[in-house]
């Protein structure tokens, strides 16, 4: 029995990779029929899934939920156990990862930090990728599940090291997409067929992800709607920012990417795929739109 604790916009695509693939799952989340939607067995608490599975995944929205379902009343670590395995599939500051890791060990569990990146669509398909923190041996032992989902799997060292790696990787997508996101409205308001700046911008030095597989469905009016939303990409970031901070590194290129997603937020898509990024910025750009169907 596995067992997964956040049944969302991710973990519920990756349970219901699961439970096709003919894994059982033990599933709790707070909103009503999530788990039954996923094919999973639904779990009313998280102490239910602590006490009745051996590795447990979790895909939830920040540290600050993780801390709590591990560490809150008849929480996970009040069931941890020697053998247990915990898999944190979230965006998640690194150094709350290790203290939580340094938790679990001490009851002989065992946390695999495991920051996935590919969207709502690659869990669809199974082709995320992960970024896995924590002991080779125990990454190894549950490859053929984290297969079930992922198509590609990084070992990227210790506790708290594929979170790392997670928001490094996160802020360069935010970077792209809001650039990338200017630029064509720049082009819109240029006279620019969006079709032909795509196809230059691919065929040069400003290519980038959001070039090459965001906007050439944006430009037909497709958002790729389901992935992050502008609200957890701006959670992304500050992370990010917080976490080199505490390397000592310094940020000098967040600043865009915070205003770009803080406008879009703030304009009424907050929990819209981050991908709207560019109508936020179309909107005070005079109401331009990169594509031209109209909007619902």
Known sequence: MIGFVGLGNMGGRIARRLTAAGHSVLGHDPAPGAAEKAGAT?????????????????????????????LGDDGLLAHARKGQVIVDLSTAAPGSTRRLAGLLAAEGARLIDAGVSGGAAAAERGTLTIMAGGEREEIERITPILETFAQKIFH??????????????NFLNAVS??????????????????????????????ANWATAN???????GDYLEGGLTSTLMTKDIVLYVD??????????????????????ANLGYADQISNRVVD???DVAGGVRVHDHQED
Not at 47 to 65: T, W
Not at 243 to 264: M, Y
């Open 42 to 70: 639904p779990a009313a608490t998280v102490a239910e899934v602590g006490r009745d599975a051996e590795l447990i995944l979790l895909s939830l929205p920040d540290s600050k939920v993780v801390e709590s379902v591990v």
């Open 156 to 169: 990227m060292g210790g506790p708290g090291t594929g979170h790392s790696a997670k928001l490094l990787n």
């Open 177 to 206: 997409l809001a650039a990338t996101s200017e630029v064509m409205i720049a082009g819109r308001k240029a006279g620019l067929d969006p079709h032909t700046l795509l196809d230059v911008l691919n065929s040069s030095s400003g």
């Open 214 to 220: 965001r906007f050439p469905r944006i430009v037909e």
């Open 243 to 264: 976490h080199l901070r505490a390397l000592g590194v310094p940020s000098l290129n967040a600043a865009g990417p915070l205003a770009s997603f803080g406008l879009a």
């Open 280 to 282: 936020a910025i179309g």
